[in-house]
């Protein structure tokens, strides 16, 4: 069968779904308030799944179900919820000890374990990541809320001791922000909010959280465990258009942190909509267009291999992914001819296919920008170099190599974020740092050489442009202790495991001159278990 021939026949009809995949429409009709899970009656929005079933009419979009489509009045009803919850610091939420936090996540995450299986199928379905890839975000999200447990745990035990200088006695700690609001993106619309969510509230914030555009279903099997496990108003959720919904939660000045994951256009936007902006910490994951630099003494067939998974991860909808290939004009024909025999190895087809790695995307706009951004590289010069490169049906659309690429494209300076592959040949090592030097984005970039001098070289200069420079590897977030961060307009703020636990809280101390009446009362103070936070209890 040519490749062709398969685009045209990628979907399924709905009998030939396997049991285990099949899926019934959830319409979602609560939302959770201030502890409580309430009845929506207004009007919803209608869920599709980039996946399209073929019936007697041809090919139709799968329905999901349907969710709440909020309005101003219910996203402050959250807002309020949120600030009561935190009660200037005093609420029992944020004066509650590490400890017990632990314990309310810990609960938490028991629970949310109960729901993989549901959760992954809506994950697959509603923005059709692979079954293999959306178990993996599932499970790399648990790891990462029992790894910031645990890292919580040893932040307390290390600041559990008090400290005297310079006649000054002090304990230091981490007191939590406020209210954090979240919103995570849909490429991980599990994971990458939750990696802002789970250590917010863990650092005694209170939060107003809502899922992305695509990926909002899913996070329906959890709105019990989240009520059960956390007191009321810690966590409230919200559903709809983000324009309509957002623009006046953050206009009240009553956020105190913005957790965002998504474009800089977007987060601008939201930062000046707040009435104190330097009140207004800032956690943002934002755009990149990671480069990958493939040197003349390169090991071609590893360069391939980790440039196509770079690439083409989950259609290349990720934030790390490679936007575009540098390669030396004395490898680029060997380069190109294995990448485009690559392509043509990748499996094709439905979320539940086991090994498939190109899929329906979610975004119904990306379709036709694909095929502008295509059209405008051909129109400076450059040229589809696999076969059936871009051709779409509905929402799939096949991996493009595009080639020679320049700095007229668009390609050349937008994040594709999908199946298109720009390759852009260079003589002299200069003319890609300069491009990364050029670039408005500074999260990570991709080297691929053997010798040692000249490796070395570009890493010296590389480190001061972007926040990751992978040899010989494509770039990536994980593992999730490493900082992940970005320059320009790539980021604010690092996360990891312990960085999150950093961004959401701030350096707080108690200090007293070092008297015997001072030392009296913080004694009495400890013994007495009179304070949470001057405690040197310790979390064994
Ligand atoms: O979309 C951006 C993600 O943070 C990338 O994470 O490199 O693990 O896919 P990943």
Same mark, same amino acid.
């Given at each position: 069968?040519?490749?062709?021939?398969k685009i045209n026949g990628i979907f399924p009809a709905e009998s030939e779904i396997p049991g285990e995949a099949r899926i019934l429409p959830l319409e979602q009709k609560d939302y959770l308030l201030d502890g409580k899970i309430r009845a929506w009656l207004g009007p919803v929005h209608e869920v599709l799944s980039p996946v399209s079933l073929r019936g007697k009419n041809g090919l139709e979009r799968k329905r999901l179900g349907s969710y709440p489509l909020m309005t101003e009045k219910e996203a402050l009803e959250a807002l309020d919820a949120a600030v009561k919850a935190y009660d200037e610091g005093k609420g029992r939420w944020p004066t509650l000890s590490v400890e017990a936090r632990a314990a309310h996540v810990e609960e938490f995450v028991y629970?949310?374990?109960?729901?993989?299986?549901?959760? $992954?199928?809506?994950?697959?379905?509603?923005?059709?990541?692979?079954?293999?890839?959306?178990?993996?975000?599932?499970?790399?999200?648990?790891?990462?809320?029992?790894?910031?447990?645990?890292?919580?745990?040893?932040?307390?035990?290390?600041?559990?001791?008090?400290?005297?200088?310079?006649?000054?006695?002090?304990?230091?700690?981490?007191?939590?922000?406020? $209210?954090?609001?979240?919103? #995570?993106?849909?490429?991980?619309?599990?994971?990458?909010?939750?990696?802002?969510?789970?250590?917010?509230?863990?650092?005694?914030?209170?939060?107003?959280? /809502?899922?992305?555009?695509?990926?909002?279903?899913?996070?329906?099997?959890?709105?019990?465990?989240? &009520?059960?496990?956390?007191?009321?108003?810690?966590?409230?959720?919200?559903?709809?258009?983000?324009?309509?919904?957002?623009?006046?939660?953050?206009?009240?000045?009553?956020?105190?942190?913005?957790?965002?994951?998504?474009?800089?256009?977007?987060?601008?936007?939201?930062?000046?909509?707040?009435? /104190?902006?330097?009140?207004? &910490?800032?956690?943002?994951?934002?755009?990149?267009?990671?480069?990958?630099?493939?040197?003349?003494?390169?090991?071609?067939?590893?360069?391939?291999?980790?440039?196509?998974?770079?690439?083409?991860?989950?259609?290349?909808? &990720? =934030?790390?992914?490679?936007?575009?290939?540098?390669?030396?004009?004395?490898?680029?024909?060997?380069?190109?001819?294995?990448?485009?025999?690559?392509?043509?190895?990748?499996?094709? !087809?439905?979320?539940?296919?086991?090994?498939?790695?190109?899929?329906?995307?979610?975004?119904?706009?990306?379709?036709?920008?694909?095929?502008?951004?295509?059209?405008?590289? /051909?129109?400076?010069?450059?040229?589809?170099?696999?076969?059936?490169? !871009?051709?779409?049906?509905?929402?799939?659309?096949?991996?493009?190599?595009?080639?020679? $690429?320049?700095?007229?494209?668009?390609?050349?300076?937008?994040?594709?974020? #999908?199946?298109?592959?720009?390759?852009?040949?260079?003589?002299?090592?200069?003319?890609?740092?300069?491009?990364?030097?050029?670039?408005?984005? !500074?999260?990570?970039?991709?080297? @691929? !050489?053997?010798?040692?001098?000249?490796?070395?070289?570009?890493?010296?200069?590389?480190?001061?442009?972007?926040?990751?420079?992978?040899?010989?590897?494509? =770039?990536?977030?994980?593992?999730?202790?490493?900082?992940?961060?970005?320059?320009?307009?790539?980021?604010?703020?690092?996360?990891? $495991?312990?960085?999150?636990?950093?961004?959401?809280?701030?350096?707080?101390?108690?200090?007293?001159?070092?008297?015997?009446?001072?030392?009296?009362?913080?004694?009495?103070?400890?013994?007495?278990?009179?304070?949470? @936070?001057?405690?040197?209890?310790?979390?064994?």
């Amino acid at each position: 069968m040519t490749i062709s021939q398969k685009i045209n026949g990628i979907f399924p009809a709905e009998s030939e779904i396997p049991g285990e995949a099949r899926i019934l429409p959830l319409e979602q009709k609560d939302y959770l308030l201030d502890g409580k899970i309430r009845a929506w009656l207004g009007p919803v929005h209608e869920v599709l799944s980039p996946v399209s079933l073929r019936g007697k009419n041809g090919l139709e979009r799968k329905r999901l179900g349907s969710y709440p489509l909020m309005t101003e009045k219910e996203a402050l009803e959250a807002l309020d919820a949120a600030v009561k919850a935190y009660d200037e610091g005093k609420g029992r939420w944020p004066t509650l000890s590490v400890e017990a936090r632990a314990a309310h996540v810990e609960e938490f995450v028991y629970r949310m374990k109960e729901k993989r299986a549901e959760i $992954v199928n809506l994950l697959m379905w509603e923005i059709g990541k692979s079954l293999e890839d959306s178990r993996k975000e599932f499970d790399r999200t648990v790891e990462y809320i029992v790894d910031t447990v645990n890292a919580l745990k040893d932040l307390d035990r290390t600041s559990s001791r008090l400290s005297i200088t310079q006649g000054v006695i002090a304990q230091i700690k981490r007191a939590p922000l406020g $209210v954090v609001l979240c919103m #995570g993106p849909y490429n991980y619309p599990l994971n990458e909010t939750f990696t802002t969510l789970i250590p917010a509230i863990l650092m005694g914030n209170t939060v107003v959280f /809502k899922p992305p555009k695509y990926g909002v279903l899913l996070h329906r099997p959890l709105l019990e465990a989240f &009520r059960d496990s956390f007191p009321k108003g810690v966590v409230n959720t919200l559903y709809g258009a983000g324009r309509e919904i957002i623009g006046p939660v953050m206009k009240t000045g009553k956020v105190d942190v913005l957790a965002f994951i998504g474009s800089s256009k977007v987060a601008d936007i939201l930062k000046q909509q707040h009435p /104190k902006p330097h009140r207004l &910490r800032c956690v943002l994951g934002l755009d990149a267009k990671n480069a990958g630099i493939i040197l003349p003494d390169a090991d071609i067939d590893l360069a391939v291999s980790e440039s196509l998974t770079g690439a083409l991860s989950y259609n290349g909808q &990720r =934030c790390t992914a490679l936007k575009i290939l540098f390669v030396h004009r004395s490898v680029l024909k060997e380069f190109t001819k294995k990448l485009v025999t690559a392509i043509e190895n990748v499996k094709l !087809g439905m979320p539940w296919e086991p090994e498939v790695k190109i899929t329906p995307l979610p975004e119904d706009e990306k379709i036709p920008y694909l095929a502008e951004i295509i059209t405008d590289a /051909k129109k400076h010069g450059a040229k589809v170099i696999n076969e059936s490169g !871009g051709l779409a049906n509905g929402n799939f659309v096949y991996p493009a190599v595009i080639y020679p $690429v320049n700095k007229k494209m668009r390609l050349w300076r937008e994040e594709q974020f #999908g199946p298109v592959i720009p390759v852009a040949p260079f003589d002299n090592i200069k003319e890609p740092l300069k491009y990364v030097v050029d670039s408005n984005f !500074g999260q990570q970039v991709s080297v @691929f !050489g053997r010798d040692m001098d000249k490796i070395a070289a570009m890493l010296d200069t590389l480190v001061n442009q972007v926040c990751r420079v992978n040899i010989n590897s494509q =770039c990536q977030r994980g593992p999730d202790i490493f900082p992940f961060t970005g320059r320009k307009d790539s980021a604010e703020g690092t996360l990891s $495991v312990s960085d999150a636990l950093r961004v959401f809280s701030i350096r707080t101390l108690v200090a007293a001159k070092d008297s015997d009446a001072n030392k009296k009362l913080i004694r009495d103070i400890l013994r007495n278990r009179k304070s949470k @936070f001057l405690s040197t209890d310790f979390i064994l």
